[in-house]
């Protein structure tokens, strides 16, 4: 079982920035992807930025430019700062992992953007 703990959202004002973790935890050989999804208001999943084996990167095309994820391979955890984040963003963030080739989900936080 592998679990994945976020950490760092809240409120923010528009235009402002926070930073979001996700820390794997559990008994695992390998951890293939870290990154994070946000739930748009249809429900969908969306990726926001993805850390992959080897230390290749994916992004939204909406955050290129302003956030860069990063990894701390010996605390299996990854960092994503939002910068200028905008009201009409999707709220409702998740981490997300693959996993010895499964695939796991955070629980999720929430990023207020206030005006």
């Known amino acids: 079982q592998v679990n994945l703990v976020e950490s760092g959202g809240g409120l923010v004002q528009a235009g402002g920035s926070l930073r979001l973790s996700c820390a794997a935890s559990?008994?695992?050989?390998?951890?293939?992807?870290l990154g994070w999804y946000r739930q748009t208001p249809g429900k969908q999943l969306e990726l926001v930025a993805n850390l992959l084996n080897g230390g290749r990167t994916e992004y939204a095309d909406s955050v290129k430019g302003r956030s860069t994820i990063s990894g701390d391979h010996h605390k299996n955890t990854v960092y994503l700062p939002m910068n200028s984040l905008k009201r009409e963003e999707p709220d409702r963030y998740y981490c997300?992992?693959?996993?010895?080739?499964?695939?796991?989900w955070g629980q999720g936080t929430q990023v207020t953007v206030s005006s």
């Open positions: 997300s992992a693959v996993v010895d080739r499964l695939k796991y």
């Open positions: 559990g008994i695992f050989v390998h951890i293939n992807s």
